[in-house]
């Protein structure tokens, strides 16, 4: 079987496509409690006063004297109060929450509490938290970077040329089908927690810290889950929080399935940014050093903020090379919602700062935007921002020759502004790239994966990982693997949702990493299996870092992550002069994931990543006003629809990554980072305009135009 064949059908399809999946909402689970949550009105105010009404018999309060552990939701750091205290932060922030046997009845009393609150003054901006001092800082970070053997100075000479210019990009939603939801109980003095979650031993750390239990006392299991996107990496840690402390307290199972309303005002957001370039350039046209400065909004507590701000910073150059540049980066804290992770986990937000810039660069001097980023490709043996050393292929020139010649794009930039039609045509690139896995030495350090498989009667093997599903294809991809590995049909192989009783700890589905890292785990595994002369056996592998990698965490110097992925995005769109609505009509996307798996998976992965990037780029607005997120429903947070999504073309290149399954590197975050980039810049090339952010309002088009 060809390795960039399909593997056949999905092996989750039938009993999703059928309506006979089971996800939490849908699993019975006698007397279980449901939960409604008192949220915060206020950005931020002191709690002066709560009064509850009466509660009938069988319905509890929660709050933060019934956290049994510590009351703080371990990510990175422990500073995520489950419940405040004697402040709120944000508004969508659980006060307390009642549980009781009826929905409607808890409703009901929630209506009945009265809470006085002192407001405060609340920091809703990253103008204002940039301006309020070191208080509002989570992390800060400094990196500078000099290549070898090249010359670049600080200063500007006098036959010298200074660009400046300051991008942003606003905040962003998950939208997944399935809400976030999770069940607690306790059984035989255990606490068991199913959830949609991409992370499951993520959440039972949490757990412990809630809880005041050791891990064994603490059992998680993921249940069919409905999409995530990042959303689901973080967010379930506080959610299974909530209803585990409730179902202590109850001593019932306790279920929690947030209405849409409530996880939009409650989950995190892909952190809003402001990223400013200062570029000199020489009188030829070269680029001889940069700065950048990278201020991002963290929201209201840290969560995986500063990890977010690291991602962001490496990102910083682009695909470029570029002989010097520093980066200072800041995550600050905001009266929001908190910020977290989410598909790209801050590269998107670099990458659209960078490829507008150069592309203001090349127009300022009269050039073809993609021609003159074609002068500063990264290439095999070059450095990059962290001074890695770049020891694969990078095939960019002939992916930009492929998606170039697919989509006439020298033509159509030359023809496209004589046009003299009803509606503006614009065509736009952008080149990118994604680190594949956890930064640096994260993967070897921090996560230690480990992988098992067994074998039993009848020539059947299963998979034990902690890899989840969440509609990305991974119960096939990887029973994929194993089957290809054995020579066997994947239908012997099994590979069920994971159980952190049953499955060592294979590392969170997150970071481009299940196919690259446990997937490659799974074939040494499958390989070590093949020797084995017995019917049933069991074998496990743990992760070993490339040799050639070298990583400093503290002064983030080295190899930053052991691949890279890259991407080539052509947008073509038009624009109506009189709305400015901006329509994508087509998008060429070319990918280098090292080998697919499964093509038509990737192929899926990369139309459904190129989508959502045009929602970020067009019409995911969320804006800030009374200290909140305006957008607080599916009638106000428009996602794009069926009638919005262009033709898409997706193409691969060959190249295999040495240290992949059958070469393959990640995939599942890169296509969302192009889009963004295309767009405006397409948009620019049709109206003739300068775009500095997104997403891009009518509005702020108008206002941008002649």
Request: proline content about 7%; glycine content about 8%; aromatic content about 8%.
């Amino acid at each position: 079987m060809s390795a960039r064949s399909s593997a056949g059908p999905r092996v989750d399809a039938r009993e999703k496509t059928s309506g006979r999946a089971l996800y939490l909402a849908d699993i019975p689970v006698p007397d279980a409690l449901s939960v409604r949550f008192l949220l915060s009105p206020l950005a931020h105010a002191r709690i002066r006063s709560l009064i509850l009404p009466h509660l009938p018999p069988g319905i509890i309060s929660v709050d933060a004297r019934d956290v049994p552990g510590k009351n703080a939701v371990s990510m990175i750091k422990e500073n995520w109060p489950l419940f405040p205290e004697q402040e709120v932060s944000y508004v969508g922030q659980p006060v307390l929450l009642l549980a009781g046997p009826d929905p409607a009845l808890l409703s009901q009393l929630l209506g009945q509490i009265v809470v006085e609150y002192q407001e405060l003054p609340a920091v809703t901006s990253i103008s204002e938290a940039d301006a309020s001092g070191p208080d509002h800082v989570f992390a800060r970070y400094h990196l500078d970077f000099k290549a070898q053997n090249q010359q670049g100075g600080q200063h500007a000479k006098q036959d010298e040329l200074v660009f400046e210019e300051t991008f942003a990009t606003g905040a962003q939603e998950h939208l997944y089908l399935e809400p976030q939801a999770v069940l607690a109980q306790v059984l035989d003095g255990r606490l068991e927690v199913t959830g949609s979650m991409q992370c499951p031993f993520y959440v039972r750390k949490a757990l412990t810290t809630i809880t005041g239990w050791d891990a064994g006392r603490i059992r998680v299991i993921q249940s069919v889950t409905g999409g995530g996107f990042g959303g689901k990496e973080d967010f379930p840690s506080v959610l299974a929080g909530y209803a585990a402390v409730t179902a202590i307290k109850a001593g019932k199972p306790v279920r929690i399935v947030l209405q849409r309303r409530e996880d939009l005002a409650m989950t995190t957001k892909r952190h809003p940014s402001r990223i400013t370039y200062r570029t000199t350039l020489d009188r030829a046209g070269n680029i001889r050093f940069a700065r950048a400065e990278i201020l991002t909004d963290g929201g209201a507590f840290e969560g995986l903020s500063s990890t977010v701000l690291q991602r962001a910073m490496f990102s910083a150059a682009g695909v470029y090379r570029i002989p010097r540049m520093r980066v200072a980066a800041r995550a600050l804290r905001t009266n929001l919602v908190p910020s977290g992770a989410f598909r790209g986990f801050g590269s998107p937000q670099a990458f659209f700062a960078m490829e507008m810039h150069m592309s203001h660069l090349a127009r300022s001097r009269r050039e073809n935007p993609l021609a003159f980023k074609k002068r500063f490709l990264l290439r095999r043996g070059d450095q990059t921002i962290t001074g890695g050393l770049l020891r694969d292929p990078v095939k960019l020139e002939e992916m930009i020759e492929t998606a170039a010649a697919a989509s006439d794009y020298h033509d159509k930039y030359k023809r496209f502004p004589q046009e003299r039609g009803e509606l503006r045509r614009g065509i736009g690139v952008s080149l990118f790239s994604h680190g594949c896995g956890f930064t640096g030495s994260g993967e070897r350090d921090i996560i230690k994966a480990r992988v098992r498989l067994r074998r039993t009667a009848g020539n059947r093997v299963e998979i034990l990982a902690a890899s989840v599903e969440m509609g990305q294809g991974t119960l096939t991809v990887l029973r994929t693997i194993v089957a290809r590995t054995l020579c066997i049909p994947v239908s012997r192989v099994v590979f069920s949702n994971p159980d952190t009783d049953h499955v060592p700890d294979s590392g969170p589905t997150v970071a481009s990493r299940t196919v690259m890292v446990v997937g490659a785990l799974l074939q040494r595994a499958a390989r070590r299996l093949k020797e084995l002369p017995e019917e049933e056996a069991e074998v496990e592998e743990e992760y070993t870092q490339p040799p050639e990698m070298a990583w400093d965490q503290e002064t983030f110097t080295g190899d930053a992550y052991p691949a890279f992925s890259w991407g080539v995005n052509i947008v073509e769109v038009e624009v109506d002069p009189l709305t400015f609505e901006v329509f994508p009509r087509h998008v060429w996307a070319v990918y280098d994931v090292g080998e697919a798996i499964d093509e038509e998976l990737v192929r899926a992965q990369c139309e459904g990543g190129i989508v959502q990037g045009l929602g970020y780029a067009l019409t995911e607005v969320l804006e800030v006003g009374n200290g909140r997120y305006l957008q607080g429903s599916l009638t106000d947070y428009v996602i794009p629809g069926s009638r919005d999504i262009p033709e898409i073309d997706v193409s691969f290149v060959s190249n295999p990554y040495a240290y992949g399954p059958f070469g393959a590197k990640g995939a599942g975050e890169l296509p969302f980072t192009g889009p963004a980039p295309a767009v405006a810049d397409a948009v620019e090339h049709a109206l003739g305009i300068r775009v500095d952010r997104i997403p891009l309002r009518p509005e702020y088009l108008e206002a941008k135009t002649p």
